[in-house]
């Protein structure tokens, strides 16, 4: 199977600030990237994903960047708002069917 | 529209008590899923169908059942719950196989085992 880890496990900055969010995976077949915001009492909504054949995937202040020889992917957030805290989640999909997710990072945003 | 619905919300449960937790979507997807999530653990796969009639296991399928019957409800079942049971519980469905194909998750069932 795969295995997904993912830092750090919390994240707090100032509003304005940018946040950087890591992640690593094991098997080189994992070829899909989702990202997603979970916010209290809710369940995950994805906010942006990338496939193994791009580098790097931009959706107005939120990208992500894979990197395939190292097996790691990031989640970068600029100018954030204190409505982006949350709990965000990365995960790696090994075969069309199953999905393996990190342990989350809880964003707190600072007014 | 309204997506991917769970009941119930909230359940208490006995050890050894069975339930069925109900995930139902209307949007005509192929492929359900079932995770639970832990404190510090993420979510993991319990089990998933690909289509009516089609399951399989996931990551931790053990004390857990499913069958899909139909294409828009897909039942999890606790034959006899145990305390390790104790979770929150979501379903998830998108449209088919495809390889960029988005999740949409229900709003959870926070299940307690005492």
């Known amino acids: 199977g795969e295995n997904v880890e993912q830092h750090p496990s919390t994240l707090s900055v100032q509003e304005g600030d940018s946040a950087v969010i890591k992640c690593t995976y094991s098997?080189?077949?994992?070829?899909?990237f989702p990202w997603y915001k979970q916010e209290l009492g809710k369940g995950p909504q994805l906010i942006i994903d990338i496939r193994s054949n791009v580098g790097e995937k931009k959706d107005q202040r939120i990208a992500v960047t894979l990197n395939k020889t190292a097996k790691h992917f990031s989640l970068h957030i600029t100018e954030t708002q204190p409505e982006d805290s949350a709990v965000y989640f990365c995960a790696a999909r090994y075969n069309f069917n199953k999905f393996y997710f990190g342990s989350g990072t809880k964003l707190n945003v600072k007014p | 529209n309204a997506g991917v619905t769970q009941t119930p919300k909230f359940q208490v449960l006995k050890t050894g008590q069975s339930m069925t937790l109900q995930c139902a979507q209307d949007?005509?997807?192929?492929?359900m899923s079932w995770y639970r999530q832990d404190p510090g653990m993420g979510l993991r796969l319990i089990h998933y169908s690909v289509g009516a009639g089609i399951t399989d296991q996931g990551e931790v399928p053990n004390g857990y059942n499913v069958s899909r019957s139909t294409t828009e409800d897909f039942p999890l079942r606790l034959l006899s719950a145990a305390p390790s049971q104790t979770s929150v519980y979501f379903c998830?469905?998108?449209?088919?196989?495809?390889?960029?194909?988005?999740?949409?998750f229900g709003q959870g069932t926070r299940l307690t085992v005492v």
């Open positions: 098997d080189s077949a994992s070829n899909y």
């Open positions: 949007m005509n997807h192929e492929y």
């Open positions: 998830a469905s998108r449209p088919d196989r495809g390889e960029n194909t988005e999740a949409f």
